[in-house]
T-cell receptor, first 112, second 114 residues
Framework: DVKVTQSSRYLVKRTGEKVFLECVQD?????MFWYRQDPGLGLRLIYF???????EKGDIPEGYSVSREKKERFSLILESASTNQTSMYLC???????????FGNGTRLTVT | EDQVTQSPEALRLQEGESSSLNCSYT??????LFWYRQDPGKGPEFLFT???AGEEKEKERLKATLTKKESFLHITAPKPEDSATYLC???????????????FGKGTKLSVKP
């Protein structure tokens, strides 16, 4: 069975802190994604990676960066957390283009 | 501009009352349409993929269909445990860069009362 694991379900951080969100998939998938989900705005793509060491900006990359040093792991970094980054963060992976995305259970981040 | 619209935004049903959710899309060449279920506080769970008009997929009380302009998720005799938000997403034919990624609708929140 497909499994995408996000390291934390809930996080509370202070404004200005550097925040790391970790995601691991065990399916040998090529592509990995980070989304944020907010009420009324739906899912918005932050960054994605089609292969190891590759990364591309999604629709809302400002204030975020990513790292993919190994195929199974994709990290989202908030360089200096701000209150408007309070959100549900979802990691996903897929085998190849046009195959289904498989999501982790999300990290609810609160920045105070 | 590629777009996905889901309707209604919210739907309340009595247990056993069948209905349909709609996902209409305008994309430059559909490569695939995906349905997901999302429970509160959890990530979306993959349900179905449809690749061409006329295709249908079924799973328990759910049946997904696809035309050239829209997809329907039919729910037959729903139960309270079917309560969730249902998301639709499309893959357009453009690929490369962010255009290779899914376009999500905002979802339909389904509530089934006993």
């Amino acid at each position: 069975d497909v499994k995408v694991t996000q390291s934390s379900r809930y996080l509370v951080k202070r404004t200005g802190e550097k925040v790391f969100l970790e995601c691991v998939q065990d399916m040998d998938h090529e592509n990995m994604f980070w989304y944020r989900q907010d009420p009324g705005l739906g899912l918005r793509l932050i960054y994605f990676s089609y292969d190891v060491k590759m990364k591309e900006k999604g629709d809302i990359p400002e204030g975020y960066s990513v790292s993919r040093e190994k195929k199974e792991r994709f990290s989202l970094i908030l360089e200096s957390a701000s209150t408007n980054q309070t959100s549900m963060y979802l990691c996903a992976s897929r085998a190849v283009y046009n195959s289904p995305l498989h999501f982790g259970n999300g990290t609810r981040l609160t920045v105070t | 501009e590629d777009q996905v619209t889901q309707s209604p935004e919210a739907l309340r049903l009595q247990e056993g009352e069948s209905s349909s959710l709609n996902c209409s899309y305008t994309v430059s060449g559909l490569r695939g349409l995906f349905w997901y279920r999302q429970d509160p506080g959890k990530g979306p769970e993959f349900l179905f993929t449809l690749y061409s008009a006329g295709e249908e997929k079924e799973k328990e009380r759910l049946k997904a269909t696809l035309t050239k302009k829209e997809s329907f998720l039919h729910i037959t005799a729903p139960k309270p445990e079917d309560s969730a938000t249902y998301l639709c997403a499309v893959q357009a034919q453009n690929y490369g860069g962010s255009q290779g990624n899914l376009i999500f609708g905002k979802g339909t929140k389904l509530s089934v009362k006993p």
